[in-house]
């Protein structure tokens, strides 16, 4: 396999990863360095790569990007008790056109995939998404995403991608691959009624921040059913953040984004996960550190991922039918974990996209909505979408 588009991580870097404990993570990974060249991937769980990419962003001023501060902070900070092997495999440089850098960072996902190594894109645009999700071209049929934004970011389909309109590409562009798009953590205000009906016409799922604000929990189901997860730094209220990051008053604090991130690690089905709109400046070490917190939040989710979803044997689970005017519910509830699971039935007579009965994570609360005769949403809009 050829990863020639990465290039190895700066010396300063480096020499700073030489100052640290033993303990430290710095000393604990495998990096690309110029010196030793590219690592051994054997064994490799967790990869990060950079992308130095930011011209579709829509206040694109010439700005270039680095990673090295996020990287310096990631790497000072202490591993938990983990069993996974991760490697730091450096920089995608932005292409003669960015075309050229999505045809990148596309290939070099695609490699990991197949080698079932999960990547954690550090990006500029947060448009990268577009590419991150064509690398599942050929590894997935159906493809869920899940975006933690304070934009829905659809825009329109028929302009050049931006970061903030690469879901109307994702959406509109061939091969269909997208089922489920969920937005985590929306503020109204920034979202047109036009986008906020369509995402209601398309049976998307939005929850808005004051709804996580308020039970950081909600955000698990949705991540236990995500393949990839774009996580835009906008979504981050700016008290939280350096001064060049700022962007609203409002958004997910610290403690919030570090949850979020660890449920995105917790989930099964998470098989890549990026952090986007980063812009470095020199007096600005508190969003480096936050987005190294961040990643180690995801890589300690990953460590506490549980395969609970094998529903083969009735030793694993409980059963549960709840009768809901003329739908009959059928929950699952994993004995080893607790966490539940809702059937949606196959449209035997309906061009849909499932083959066979599947399961949508949900909550317990959704169980007992069911119980008092409230048909749960996610249930009702995966149902609809399904029926297409």
């Not at 030489?18 to 710095?26: I, K, P, T, V």
């Not at 900070?77 to 920089?91: C, H, I, K, S």
């Not at 645009?125 to 659809?154: E, G, K, W």
């Not at 047109?192 to 995402?199: F, G, K, Y």
């Amino acid at each position: 396999m050829n990863f020639d588009f990465l290039t190895p991580i700066s010396d300063a870097v480096l020499a700073h990863g030489e100052l640290l404990s033993q303990q430290a993570l710095g000393r604990k990974l495998r990096v690309h360095s110029k010196q030793n060249g590219f690592p051994d991937l054997e064994g490799v769980k967790i990869a990060i790569i950079g992308v130095l990419e930011n011209r579709n962003d829509v206040n694109f001023m010439g700005e270039i990007v680095s990673f090295d501060a996020v990287r310096t902070s990631l790497y000072s900070l202490f591993p938990g008790n983990w069993y996974t092997t991760m490697a730091d495999l450096g920089d995608i440089l932005p292409g003669e056109k960015v075309e050229d850098t999505y045809f990148a960072l596309r290939t070099t996902v695609g490699m990991l995939l197949e080698k079932q190594i999960i990547p954690i894109i550090l990006g500029g645009s947060q448009d990268l998404t577009y590419a991150n999700y064509r690398a599942y071209d050929n590894y997935a049929p159906m493809v869920n995403i899940v975006n933690v934004d304070s934009n829905f970011d659809l825009g329109d389909a028929s302009l050049p991608i931006k970061n903030n309109s690469f879901l109307g590409k994702i959406i509109l562009e061939e091969p269909f691959n997208l089922f489920n798009y969920s937005a985590v953590g929306y503020q109204t205000y920034f979202n047109s009624q036009e986008e906020i009906d369509l995402m209601e016409k398309l049976y998307f799922e939005a929850y808005r921040l004051g709804e996580i604000s308020n039970n950081i929990s909600l955000v698990e189901p949705v991540m236990r059913d995500a393949n990839i997860v774009s996580v835009d730094l906008k979504s981050v209220k700016a008290s939280e953040l350096g001064s060049n990051q700022r962007y609203s008053p409002n958004g997910l604090d610290g403690k919030e984004i570090c949850a979020v991130s660890r449920y995105a690690g917790i989930s099964n089905k998470v098989t890549s996960f990026g952090i986007y709109e980063y812009r470095p400046s020199s007096d600005d070490s508190v969003t480096a550190m936050l987005m190294a917190q961040m990643i180690w939040y995801f890589v300690e989710g990953v460590n506490c991922r549980v395969k609970d979803d094998d529903f083969k044997s009735d030793v694993n689970y409980q059963k549960f039918n709840v009768l809901v005017e003329d739908d009959e519910l059928i929950f699952f509830k994993s004995i080893k974990t607790g966490r539940w699971w809702i059937e949606i039935p196959f449209l035997p007579n309906v061009n849909n996209k499932l083959k066979k009965h599947t399961l949508l994570p949900c909550m317990y609360e959704d169980y007992i909505e069911a119980t008092q005769g409230k048909i749960p949403e996610r249930w009702y809009k995966a149902y609809k979408k399904n029926s297409f």
